[in-house]
């Protein structure tokens, strides 16, 4: 790791003030460039950040920490009964987090499969939701990509096994956030914090950012922003939902193919609302309308799960050695929404 | 022999212990001990005893190479190339040198030298610095300026096998061996990229199809794998006027120590290679190799210590690989399952070094008349490979085994009956039905019979290993006066737990408890001890430790004797005591024989003697024993359809090793080999963007290693199978573990869903190709 | 130039009414416990805590095996709960207690978890023991009666190259029941 100064925000305000620029953006360089380290960029739980500093992907001067600003990792129900989980809640807490665990169990699910024991005693839901993506090429200097800058994306027609099979021209990376696909399934929304103390909100659906708006960013975060909550809507008892993910080990690994389904039932157990989201699949959480619109309205059957299933993958467009991830989410897409339905 | 060539007939047991045991008469040199008594009459060897340096490692006592600090010890970092292949016309130093915190610089390529001007892999060293800190000397790789001229290169072995493939080498620079110091054939021919065949047949293989009934055929690839070991490579060099000490995570302190004594002109005697925890090596740590060579040098200039320690990515792009293979494999046989011919070609790729073969697996294992093999090498632009965990028979099994169980399907001969039919050996005839029984082999239905999703299967494989023996190694036994015993040798412990192992033999030699015994080895400085590769360790220093051991005794012996008013013949060692052995009261403690001895330590050295029936075969220091090494292994799979994910439930491993010393840490090897078999078969893969040429995923995150949750039920059985070869008769069984888990689980897969994945690793991927669910063109 | 950024910083800060220093980017002194022991080292910003154990702290007994929290070799106990040390910086861990393999076991008194796994060979080469150890001893600290699935969960991020993952789990069982 380059040299740089350590800092530790006692406020939102100071350290949305100290941070000069957001890690998207400092990693946006030509390739020769030293840039002298005079960014600051802020740091979570920095499993992420750590990963980036170890491969000098980004050289900032100064690194400012969250940790000391208080009530950032607070989980408190909100007055009209959804949850507020702040940013740096570590994924162990909220893995094991009663209210998430009884009102939100794909939500826990999702959480408790991601990285290891160790890695979520020290990473945030704020940092995993802004976390860089996974893709090899990003994460080695030596592959000056689109992303952070270059002109070529090198997964297109590299080494694209773990890649996107929607939306990945230009870009094919997938959005690395696990949490993401179940947030986003259920509406989620974050909040943003500015050194003057505005507050944003927006849906975190609207949040992610596809490479056809930008390329160089996954999220919609300024660097004179702090990502300070996550928002849930309230839990009606008539929400189902369930998780599901694939990796190519059960042990610790990124998913190959990750699932979200929430089901909006009537009284008469038919599906008012569906909500389909595949993770690792596309640069943003995908949101598998065709599927949605075949629950949609319906009371929910064999040949509807298994309808599903196959319009969740309408309009994919694998690469040369991706297409496997078409039938594997075919089966999560039907499985999932069995599981929501148990 | 005894070293005047005089020898006794003695009685040895032989055969397999749970099939019946016989006797075997031997010629034993006359300073040798008598035979071994089966496992089950001795008092320690034999017995599970929990390893003697297990509190030191749990305790994280124990100090490997990266631990290992000295005072005023510099830190080594070695400049890499980032191009596959290219010219380096100039490399400037000057910016580097002067650092305020560099010590030394050492080119390692060079521009004005046709034969190390040119690179040619990413990752090849080009240069090294030795700095104060590590910070400083990363700082002052960055200064160091090469001029590369980009040459053309590949990395894909399919292409570089055609005739229009860029060179990757000139006729200078093919190595002469391979990286892990086996000498390559000489003479074969290099057309392009690809260098060989190297042949070897017998019969007529052309007459042996024409008499077959049945022919089967199939196509096989196996991946490149990196050995992962969890520490990197390291050493610590330490170059003084009075000679040279290494510390250095190694497979082989002796034979480092005449690497260094060589390159660098010392004598022998002035050189020391010295190791005490070692983190695995899986074959990779064989050599000095070039990082090795680099902290020598770098320590002579600065005369001061250098630690050079790899990391994460210097391992996965450098520190060698098992090579990718492909191989055809033809199988004739008559329709009573007899073979009648064996056809192999292969093709295979360590990158720009040699050694990428199959192996004699498809040679040795079965019997047929007829067999022939072509392999040959391909160059690629990638890092070398080298031995890894059953060289070349673990590709080859992946193929012969499958075929094999082809076979069994074509002739509707069951798998098992099919290999008793055609395997001459007893040992593993008893592996096969001790196995089958436990799998439950009788209960296997039908390939693809299950119904629903969730489909499983159970197959077998067997394994074949050669039985090495160093002849080089030596062990020293001390008895002190004060009744302490120490055992003293090169060999170092690289996981096996070898130490334990000279601490049972040699506590049964006189009868004391492991415990009492003061185990010492991982030093040159003490008598030279065996590689530990090629599943070598044990055959090679545990007779001589046993000998030593015997030795010392007889001069303990005849003090007692002397006390007792006694024969020496009349003596036996037992539960710490020596006595007549007719009239157990009439003795005395070990350590009141030791109190007897006339000067403060006595010590016997003993070296590896002959096996007393004689070797197949010898090379140099080492040898092949009469009896190969093997195993056979059942997997028991459930194959996701819908999800193409592959989990293997059970494995029941049957294995053989001679005499087994210490049941506890067999067992743990051969889980080890499994786990490493099943991770083959299942996950890793050294990936190459074949536009760079670069290693996409070097590190432990996208090089995908079986992690906990993979890890299946494994059954372990060990024969005891007496030779009566050498003092101990005891085998290693580190490979031979390996071997055989692939292509099991293989079997165990087309059992399950009735097709056959002819490719490593068994992705998703692969197996919704293999059940048509995805055209295979898009894997 | 970096110096000139932290002055930056104060002066932003201080411009906004707060004053947040930053430390480094050269040594700085950070005082933590460290296997029920006070320590005060320097450090720079950029070392992590498994870069302090094993140089100045002189606690070898940690190892380093990919650096990149990959492999779980560097868990050590961070005020009780287990971390990847390689991935934790020094100077995030000033004023909190970490505990080490090598402060396990109570002076001779093994711990039962290290203790059980010389009795069943839960080790090979020995080079991912330590931070294996730590992660079944931090599970019987919260779960003092595990399953085996709950052992092999607990211990998924380990990588073991010697295999001795199922030695493991049997010998975690058997500390459970000690």
Known sequence: MNSFAWASARTIAEAATAATTTVSDAMVASPDAIDGGTKSVVKAGGIDLLDLLKENLLTPGTVVSLKEVPGLDAVAEEQGGGLRIGSMATLANLAGHPVLRRFYPALADAIQGSASPQLRNVATLGGNLLQRPRCWYLRATEFHCLRKGGGHCFAISGENQYHAIFNNRPCAIVHPSTAATVLVALGASVELTNAEGSVRRLLLEDFFVAPDTDVQRENDLSAQEILTAVLLPPVPASLHMAHLRQGEKESFDWPLADVAVVLELDRDGSCKRASIVLGAAAPVPYRATAAEAVLAGKRIDESAVREAGHAALAGATPLDKNAYKLPLFEALVRRAVLKALA | ?779 | MVDAVSAFIGQQAAAEGSSLTALGPGAVPISLKVNGVAQTLQVEPRMTLAEALRGPLGLTGTKVACDRGACSACTVWLDGTTVCSCMTLAVEVAGRSVTTIEGLANGSQLHPVQAAFIEHDALQCGFCTPGMVMSCAALLERSPDPTAEEVQRAISGHICRCGTYPHVVAATLAAAKA
């Open chain 2, 1 to 779: 022999m005894a070293a005047d060539g005089t020898t006794r007939t003695e009685k040895f047991p032989f055969g397999i212990a749970s099939v019946g045991l016989g006797e075997v008469d031997r010629q034993v040199p006359i300073d040798e001990p008598p035979p071994l008594a089966p496992n089950a009459e001795l008092a320690v060897i034999g017995k599970p005893i929990p390893r003697q340096n297990g509190r030191a490692k749990v305790t994280g006592a124990t100090r490997f190479t990266v631990d290992v600090t000295l005072p005023g010890m510099l830190y080594g970092k070695i400049l890499r190339s980032p191009l596959p292949h290219a010219e380096i016309r100039a490399i400037d130093v000057s910016a580097a040198a002067r650092h305020p915190g560099v010590c030394a610089v050492l080119p390692v390529a060079r521009s004005d030298d046709p034969s190390a001007s040119v690179v040619r892999y990413i990752g090849a060293p080009v240069a090294a610095i030795a700095a104060v800190t590590m910070a400083a000397a990363e700082e002052a790789l960055r200064l160091i300026r090469v001029d590369y001229n980009l040459l053309p290169f590949v990395v894909d072995v399919d292409k570089a096998r055609e005739s229009t493939a860029p060179l990757v080498h000139d006729s200078g620079s093919v190595p002469p061996g391979h990286a892990s110091g086996f000498p390559a054939p000489t003479g074969l021919p290099l057309n392009g990229n690809v260098r060989g065949p190297a042949v070897a047949s017998r019969g007529d293989v052309a007459q042996g199809f024409a008499q077959a009934g049945v022919v089967v055929e199939g196509e096989y690839r196996t991946q490149v794998q990196t050995h992962c070991c969890m520490e990197p490579h390291a050493i610590v060099a330490d170059w003084r006027p009075d000679g040279l000490t290494v510390y250095m995570s190694t497979q082989f302190t002796a034979g480092v120590r005449h690497e260094l004594a060589a390159e660098f002109g010392l004598p022998l005697s002035r050189v020391r290679v010295v190791v005490d925890g070692m983190g695995g090596g899986f074959g990779s740590k064989s050599m000095l190799s070039k990082y090795g060579r680099v902290a020598v040098a770098l320590s002579r200039q600065a005369q001061a210590p250098v630690r050079i320690a790899l990391d994460r990515e210097e391992e996965q792009m450098d520190s060698g690989n098992r090579p990718g293979t492909w191989q055809r494999l033809r199988i004739g046989a008559r329709r009573d399952g007899s073979l009648t011919a064996i056809s192999l070609v292969g093709y295979g790729t360590a990158g720009v070094g040699l050694g990428a073969g199959v192996g004699n697996i498809a040679q040795a294992l079965y019997a047929c008349p007829n067999f022939e093999t072509a392999q040959f090498d391909v160059f690629t632009n990638a890092g070398p490979g080298c031995a890894m965990r059953g060289p070349g028979n673990t590709p080859g099994a992946w193929g012969l085994e499958q075929a094999i169980d082809e076979l069994a399907l074509r002739l509707s001969i069951d798998p098992v009956v099919l290999r008793d039919r055609i395997d001459p050996s007893p040992v593993r005839r008893e592996e096969r039905r001790i196995g089958a029984d436990r799998i439950g082999w009788q209960h296997r239905h039908a390939p693809g019979a299950d119904p629903g999703p969730i489909k499983r299967g159970l197959g077998v494989a067997q394994s074949l290993w050669g039985a090495n023996v160093q002849i080089n190694s030596a062990c020293e036994v001390r008895v002190m006066r004060d009744g302490s015993v120490e055992v003293l040798s090169g060999v170092q412990d690289i996981g096996t737990g070898i130490g334990t192992v000279l601490a049972q033999v040699v506590a049964e030699v006189f009868g004391l408890r492991p415990e009492d015994i003061a185990i010492r080895i991982g030093d040159t400085d003490f008598p030279a001890g065996p590689p530990s590769y090629g599943s070598r360790t044990t055959a090679s220093i545990t007779p001589p430790a046993r000998t030593a051991a015997w030795r010392v005794l007889q001069e303990l012996y005849r003090e007692a004797a002397l006390a007792l008013n006694a024969a020496t013949g009349d003596l036996t060692a037992s539960a710490g005591r020596i006595f007549v052995r007719d009239e157990p009261s009439r003795g005395m403690n070990f350590g009141e024989a030791a109190a007897r001895l006339r000067t403060d330590q006595i010590s016997a050295v003993a070296s590896r003697s002959d096996d007393y029936g004689g070797f197949r075969r010898r090379m140099g220091d080492a040898a092949l024993a009469e009896q190969d090494l093997g195993g056979v292994q059942f997997a028991q799979v459930a194959v996701d359809t819908e999800t193409g994910i592959i989990r293997v439930e059970r494995v029941v491993a049957v294995q053989d090793c001679g005499r087994p010393i210490n049941p506890l840490q067999i067992e743990s090897q051969v889980q080890g080999g499994v786990l490493m078999g099943l991770s083959y078969a299942l996950y890793e893969n050294r990936i190459l963007d074949q536009h760079t040429g670069r290693m996409v995923n070097p590190n432990l995150e996208q090089y995908k290693l079986a992690g906990p949750r993979e890890a299946p039920a494994i059954d372990v059985v060990v024969l005891e199978n007496y030779q009566g070869q050498s003092a101990t008769d005891a085998y290693g069984i580190a490979e031979p573990s390996n071997i055989a888990t692939a292509p099991a689980i293989a079997n165990a897969v087309y059992n399950a869903i009735g097709v056959r994945l002819r490719s490593t690793p068994m992705t998703p991927a692969a197996v919704f190709a293999a059940l048509g669910k995805v055209p295979s063109g898009s894997q």
